[in-house]
């Protein structure tokens, strides 16, 4: 369904002097561009701006957003990275949003990917796609180590936010493998940052949901590329005994990706987020299902290259030794570390040629304190989303720990050693989304009930009450920071926490 056909832009909204400025031959107030910017992955919000900026340089960011400060009544900008957020965070109504993709067409040298000579880090633009990332940096043999599970995302983008997956209890988050930034704040100054220079910034700007700057570089950590990897699925019937053997293996050396997900009777056992099972598997299953009703699998990957082919068999088994998963219900697969890495695209692509990649994704995602995992997966998983049989896309759950998250970054995460990230990746059609919709709140009115101290991650919420409640003990810094580095509360608009509209 589109929406352009309803699309008003609105260049009225804007101050007429903008058309003197430099960077007005580069925005854009077609219906193609407003429709782009007024849409994203989850299909639920439409925001529409008066105009976007197709950059093509940094400067012209600067020269946007230094303008809009000296208007007596400012405009709002969002950086749009890809717009894979699910809740309109990258949108600006009436305001401006910046097309950080068009910074990827206008490198004079190089592709705005730059490993360093020692192969320590990259040098890589708040625009580039994490599988371009991960593309340039093995022509090096190197990467970074830390990932998210789908690589069609911004670096800026996913920075904004934390970026986890199953490397994370491992290496920590993508926020926490960064050790340079350049930001353009909200007053339009351009700042490198790290933990030693403007360090206010660089932890305002990590997990800050681009409210504090726009990040046009980062120095990602990398490391040795390995070749393959061996990717291991471990079927469980038991909730208990699932999360016991998960919080087992990160406690563990020699594991380096740990996720879990969960099979409902009534939806097929393979999804697009992870096709494993072959079709014989699938059969096996099924009859598994059928008995269990909810189904828990535990994936674990162990990385290996030439020198340590000959010994990674070992060490898987070694790994699943004291492990209570059901007897036989053990799967394996070979692949190049690539695409383990890109293993999402290929449901995406699947997704698209059956029209079910567009559709209306009301994700929910949360993290969980450890000590409620259990009460979460009574009262939600099995009370709540097997009971009403809505969820058709994939269910994650999978443990994570706090020591390798920085508590001085934006990025707000449960207050305890382990907790839990759950995500509740609903597609739904443009009829009955809201339908899961209304789930997700039942879902959050439940945890409240029960006293769940879960955060949202990617969080959305209504209300500034809601997010102070989200951002607690932070809320003082988060606010301060703001007016240090975006005192007009110009910068991203779509996240709903200083500006409303
Ligand atoms: P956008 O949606 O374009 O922007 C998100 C926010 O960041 C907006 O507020 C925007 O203004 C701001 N922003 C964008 N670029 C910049 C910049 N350069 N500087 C400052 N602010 C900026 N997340 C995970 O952690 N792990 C996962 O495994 C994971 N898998 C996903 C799979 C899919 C299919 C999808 C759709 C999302 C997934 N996500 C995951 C969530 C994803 O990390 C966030 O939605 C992320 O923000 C998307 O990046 P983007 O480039 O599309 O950002």
Redesign the pocket.
């Known amino acids: 369904m589109s929406i352009i056909g309803n699309l008003r832009p609105s260049k009225n909204s804007l101050p007429c002097e903008i058309d003197s400025l430099g960077v007005h031959a580069k925005l854009r107030y077609d219906l193609d561009a407003i429709g782009l910017a007024s849409t994203?992955?989850g299909n639920i919000v439409h925001e529409i701006p008066s105009a976007v900026l197709y950059p093509t340089s940094i400067d012209d960011i600067i020269e946007l957003i230094k303008f809009s400060n000296e208007c007596p009544l400012p405009f709002n900008v969002?950086?749009?990275?890809?717009?894979?957020?699910?809740r309109g965070?990258?949108m600006a109504h009436d305001g401006v949003v910046v097309n950080?993709l068009s910074l990827k067409k206008h490198y004079k040298n190089g592709n705005g990917i730059r490993v360093s000579t020692s192969g320590n880090y990259a040098d890589v633009g708040?625009?580039q796609l994490w599988i371009d990332v991960l593309n340039a940096t093995l022509e090096h043999g190197l990467a970074p180590l830390s990932?998210?599970?789908?690589l069609y995302?911004?670096?800026?983008?996913?920075?904004?936010?934390?970026?986890?997956?199953g490397q994370t209890f491992l290496y920590g988050?993508?926020i926490s493998n960064v050790l340079e930034l350049d930001v353009i704040t909200g007053k339009g100054d351009f700042m490198t940052c790290s933990k030693d220079q403007n360090s206010e910034l660089f932890y305002a700007?990590l997990g800050g949901?681009?409210l504090f700057?726009?990040?046009?570089r980062a120095r990602i950590v990398l490391a040795k590329a390995p070749k393959r990897v061996k990717w291991v699925r471990m079927i469980y019937s038991d909730f208990s005994i699932f999360t016991r053997d998960q919080e087992h293996l990160i406690s563990t050396k020699g594991l380096e990706y740990l996720e879990g997900s969960l099979l409902m009777d009534y939806t097929p056992a393979h999804n697009w987020r992870s096709s494993f099972f072959s079709p014989s598997n699938e059969s096996q299953i099924i009859s598994l299902l059928k008995k269990h009703g909810i189904l828990y699998c535990l994936d674990m990957v162990k990385y290996y290259d030439d020198e340590t082919a000959n010994s990674v068999d070992k060490d898987v088994q070694m790994l699943q030794e004291g492990l209570n998963f059901i007897p036989g219900f053990t799967f394996m697969r070979d692949e190049t570390y690539v695409d383990f890495l890109n293993r999402?695209r290929r449901g995406?692509i699947t997704l698209k040629s059956k029209g079910l990649w567009d559709v209306p994704?009301p994700w929910l995602n949360l993290l969980v304190p450890k000590s409620c995992i259990l009460d979460f997966n009574a009262g939600v998983f099995v009370d709540i989303i097997h009971r009403q049989k809505k969820t058709t896309g994939p269910l994650l759950v999978f443990p994570l720990t706090k020591i390798v998250w920085d508590d001085k970054m934006s990025a707000v995460v449960p207050d305890e050693d382990i907790f839990y990230s759950v995500g509740l990746l609903h597609s739904g059609s443009f009829n009955d989304w809201q339908d899961l919709d209304n789930q997700n709140n039942e879902i959050l009115e439940f945890c409240d009930r029960a006293g769940i101290k879960i955060k949202q991650?990617?969080p959305h919420y209504k209300s500034k009450e809601e997010w102070i409640k989200h951002f607690g003990p932070k809320w003082n810094t988060f606010q301060e920071r703001k007016a240090q580095f975006d005192p007009r509360m110009i910068?991203?608009p779509?996240?709903n926490i200083f500006n409303y509209v």
Request: glycine share 18%; net charge negative.
């Open positions: 994203d992955y969002a950086a749009r990275g890809h717009g894979h957020s699910v965070q990258a950080m708040g625009e990932w998210t599970d789908y995302l911004t670096v800026g983008g996913t920075l904004s936010n934390a970026g986890f997956s988050p993508q700007v949901l681009g700057g726009i990040i046009t999402v995406e994704n991650y990617l910068l991203s779509g996240q």
